[in-house]
């Protein structure tokens, strides 16, 4: 039975509102509407969706907001029948609302968002178990049919299609160093559609007690809480890679922040980090021994890979640098250190698989090559490698394949090149090979979009 919740803020027909799009809503959008949200909305809540993205504004002019009388007219219920609906399509995830004050009195905001794919639809349980019980089986399979697509038809074929850097050509300067207005322009958009969007994995949440961090950090530096979201990423990287605890960090946030206004520095956070674990890392990681498996192994992996999925699973990527490089008694240098903390904040590789990736790029070199890693990082990134197991399988795999033949991407059907990691060099990059890596992630990204479901 449907729960029907009354608004928790007080809205009357002259109260203002202003609609906020997140995104676009196209025909196809429209039609995923029409069969997968209108029997879980309702007509009235239905109607509220598409009209509000009628009443976007065509310029930013928020003094010129109507009220909702305006809202109530066109659609013809009551404000208790626009409220029920409102909030249905507030649960179904298609508005959020905000209320603000400013000269002319409180207004309402309805962030507009597009419906889920049908792909997404269907694989969220709520959502599609909701569908089936309102519309029955027989419609149900129907609707499944009608948006399923089958790529077997790719199967055995060869793909040709051309990247964008194979037909247009970019100046290898601006791929390098990215121009200040499309890094404003790109800051800009950001700011606006990670609006409201959690950046970090929940399960990756519940590896530290932020409550714990935010409560301290509130109490003793007076960092207010906006701040520390914002920087919740940061803080979250940090803790994966370096492997350190609450407290500590808690610690470094409060030495590290702008003392004139109380608000986090990211790059000195850091660098403080970095130094810290400097100081300790080529002498800590002396009394780190190797732990036997006593579980019986059950997979096809050999004595060794076992034995190094579970070092990589139970040491931070920081650490495990330092012991690896302490085995061929060298040290890990800041250059090194460095390069694997940026590489794991800007890839979606978990520390484990990072641990492996360290594994693989010390065997073929005394030190990390930047070049070598961000290769290896973009392939698994790209086929969607995330667990040290699949990082040591796609290793034996590209070992064991013929040289030059192509391979098949199981997940979508796509056929693609195989890299020749061999063929990277391990110097330090220079501005031709910059630009070449930056085309490489560049394609990568066009490459997803591409082959993003509908």
Not at 105 to 122: A, V
Not at 285 to 308: F, G, M, W
Request: charged share 30%.
């Amino acid at each position: 039975m449907d729960r029907e919740n009354n608004s928790d803020i007080e809205i009357n027909p002259l109260t203002g509102y202003w609609c906020l799009p997140h995104g676009q809503i196209n025909d196809y959008d429209r039609r995923i509407l029409t069969d997968l949200y209108l029997p879980l909305l309702g007509t009235t809540a239905y109607s509220v969706y598409l009209l509000l993205w009628e009443k976007v504004p065509n310029k930013e002019v928020v003094t010129d907001r109507k009220n909702h009388n305006d809202l109530l007219s066109l659609l013809n219920v009551d404000l208790n029948k626009f409220n029920a609906a409102r909030v249905r399509a507030e649960a179904l995830g298609l508005i959020r609302t905000f209320t603000k004050n400013d000269d002319l009195g409180e207004y309402c905001i309805y962030q507009l968002f597009e419906p889920l794919t049908p792909k997404e639809f269907f694989k969220d349980d709520l959502m599609s178990i909701f569908l089936y019980e309102k519309i029955g089986q027989i419609n149900y399979n129907e609707l499944i049919k009608k948006y399923s697509r089958s790529e077997a038809i790719l199967d055995q074929s060869t793909e040709i299609t051309k990247d964008f850097l194979e037909v247009f050509q970019l100046n290898n300067d601006d791929l390098i160093n990215t121009p200040t207005d499309v890094k404003n322009a790109q800051s800009e958009f950001t700011s606006e559609s990670d609006k409201g969007k959690p950046k970090v994995d929940p399960a990756t949440m519940n590896q530290l007690d932020w409550e714990l961090i935010e409560d301290r950090i509130s109490q003793l530096f007076k960092i207010e809480k906006d701040d520390l979201l914002k920087n919740q990423e940061l803080i979250i990287n940090l803790h994966l890679f370096y492997g350190i605890d609450e407290i500590a960090l808690i610690d470094l946030i409060g030495k590290t922040a702008n003392i004139a206004d109380n608000k986090i520095d990211p790059e000195r956070l850091r660098r403080s980090v970095q130094d810290r674990f400097e100081k300790n890392a080529n002498i800590s990681v002396k009394n780190v021994e190797e732990k036997p498996i006593d579980a019986p192994v059950t997979n096809n992996l050999s004595r060794a890979d076992n034995l190094l999925l579970e070092q990589a699973k139970s040491m931070v990527p920081a650490d495990f640098l330092a012991a690896e490089k302490q085995k061929s008694g060298g040290f890990t240098g800041a250059a090194e250190s460095k390069a694997l903390r940026d590489m794991a904040m800007k890839t979606y590789l978990s520390p484990a698989v990072l641990n492996i990736l360290v594994d693989y790029i010390l065997q073929n070199s005394p030190t990390l090559s930047v070049a070598l890693m961000e290769t290896v990082a973009n392939d698994w990134q790209q086929n969607e490698v995330k667990t040290p197991e699949q990082a040591l399988q796609r290793l034996h795999d590209f070992q064991n394949r013929p040289r030059n033949s192509r391979r098949y991407n199981n997940r979508n059907k796509k056929v693609e090149k195989a890299t020749d990691w061999s063929k990277v060099q391990s110097n330090t990059p220079t501005n031709d090979k910059k630009a070449q890596i930056k085309r490489q992630e560049l394609q990568a990204r066009i490459r997803k979009m591409r082959n993003k479901d509908s």
